[in-house]
């Protein structure tokens, strides 16, 4: 050891600072670089105790040195740690930017993978599919967006609408298209488009959204597009043969009625010829449930997949005509109160229609003998999702009786309607209420 010292000592004397530097520099670089982290603190540590130790007075010993050698021991372990703090920084960092940079390359071989998987279901969709920019050029689009142009993917790239369609017809799509940049919203629209290579048109459904950046900035216009053209012309025969089957059948509903008014007509004047006064209160009913049909028929309205009637023009005109044939000059009052947003079908109107007659012509006949006054009033409502009819008069009573045809008639025309009859026979008067519910798809209710 004392050779050692002594070799040490003969060869750094000279250059103290210099030696130093020379041989314990590199070491501390080497073990900074090449082990674990930490290598260059504990070099840092081995080099300074050997300096101390072999090359600064008293020498083989850790007395504190003086002067100059105490300066340059000072200066070599802070050099020292400076250097190996810095080389194990820059090689902490290349490791992290060797990780990133793996991360990095594992990150685009998978967003390879996701545009190339992307790029195989668009091309496998039947419907056109595409991407704009903010002036309206093609920036994506796949194979059958290019067949409807008629081109091939690498002409559309760069393209406006009006190069492949006429000009009218791309001025809309590019105001739409605007507006949806505007506005940051989705729409759902019908085009006629009418490519240059074909002579006719077809139509397209489009579905379009704007384009947004990482920023939330609109950068575009994506959509795809559906033909409906099949539907279209689909749609439009349907709508031909509705309204011809809306046309018979207001021409045969017109010739039913003017049978119906015929065959009322003829049972009245057939009346007229029979003496007997049963026989002609008989017809005179017949001939006014035949005239029910004709004015139900008569107020019958056509809708595009329905008929129906309304409950308070078809009831109103019922009763006028009842007043006016069966009241006269007499006392008696006959009013109605109809709900005006009841809508009934064909069949249920023409019950409807037949019971309030039957129990408004007992009312006038039987209810005010000897020119008694009084009045009948008729009432049709909803209540808790049923309809509720109800006749009254303030008469002597009679005009339904618990037994005989017209109670019969007016129990079947009751079940006809799916309702439940209630009959108070007063004093004053007698009162009859009908609770019937409305068609089971609700056509025959509107709130």
Request: glycine content about 8%.
């Given at each position: 050891?004392?050779?050692a ?15 130093t530097?020379?041989?314990?520099f ?73 990780d990133m ?17 992307l ?10 599919l ?14 059958a ?29 590019e ?101 007997d ?41 019922l ?44 009312a ?43 109670t ?40």
């Amino acid at each position: 050891m004392v050779l050692a010292s002594s070799l040490l000592r003969h060869t750094f004397t000279p250059g103290l600072q210099t030696g130093t530097f020379v041989v314990f520099f590199p070491a501390i670089i080497l073990a900074s670089m090449v082990f674990d982290r930490g290598s260059g603190l504990l070099a840092v540590g081995l080099s300074t105790l050997l300096v101390w130790y072999f090359l600064l007075e008293p020498q083989h010993s850790f007395g504190l040195p003086r002067g100059e050698e105490l300066f340059l021991l000072a200066l070599f372990v802070v050099v020292a740690l400076f250097t190996a703090l810095a080389i194990e920084t820059l090689r902490s960092v290349t490791t992290k930017l060797k990780d990133m940079h793996e991360a990095l390359r594992e990150t685009e071989s998978e967003l390879r993978s996701n545009v190339a998987l992307l790029n195989s279901i668009t091309e496998t969709l039947p419907d056109p599919l595409f991407v704009k920019d903010r002036a309206g050029r093609y920036t994506h689009v796949n194979a059958a967006l290019a067949r409807v142009f008629g081109v091939d993917k690498s002409l559309v790239i760069g393209r406006l609408d009006r190069d492949f369609i006429p000009q009218e017809q791309a001025l809309v799509i590019e105001a739409t298209d605007q507006d949806i940049m505007r506005s940051k919203r989705s729409c759902l629209i019908e085009e006629r488009v009418t490519p240059h290579h074909e002579r006719t048109s077809r139509t397209y459904l489009s579905s379009r959204a704007p384009l947004l950046s990482g920023e939330g900035e609109v950068v575009g216009v994506v959509g795809i597009a559906h033909d409906i053209q099949d539907r279209k012309l689909m749609e439009n025969e349907l709508r031909a043969a509705l309204q011809l089957n809306e046309a018979l059948l207001f021409d045969i509903n017109h010739r039913v009625k003017n049978h119906l008014q015929s065959l009322s007509g003829l049972l009245m004047m057939s009346r007229q010829d029979v003496k007997d006064v049963q026989a002609q209160n008989v017809l005179s009913v017949a001939a006014g449930r035949l005239a029910v049909l004709a004015r139900a028929y008569d107020h019958l309205q056509l809708h595009e997949q329905k008929t129906s009637v309304s409950a308070r023009k078809f009831l109103e005109s019922l009763c006028e005509a009842l007043r006016q044939s069966l009241v006269g000059e007499r006392p008696i009052t006959l009013t109605t109160s109809i709900d005006s947003s009841i809508e009934l079908d064909s069949q249920r109107a023409v019950s409807l229609g037949l019971i309030v007659n039957e129990l408004v012509t007992n009312a006038l006949k039987h209810a005010f003998p000897d020119q008694r006054s009084g009045a009948v009033t008729v009432r049709l409502g909803i209540s808790s999702e049923e309809y509720v009819l109800e006749i009254a008069d303030d008469g002597v009573g009679g005009g339904v009786r618990k037994e005989g045809s017209g109670t019969r008639i007016l129990s079947l025309l009751a079940d006809q309607l799916g309702g439940r009859l209630a009959v108070d026979r007063g004093p004053p008067g007698t009162r009859v209420s009908l609770w019937f519910s409305g068609p089971s798809d609700g056509s025959a209710l509107r709130c």
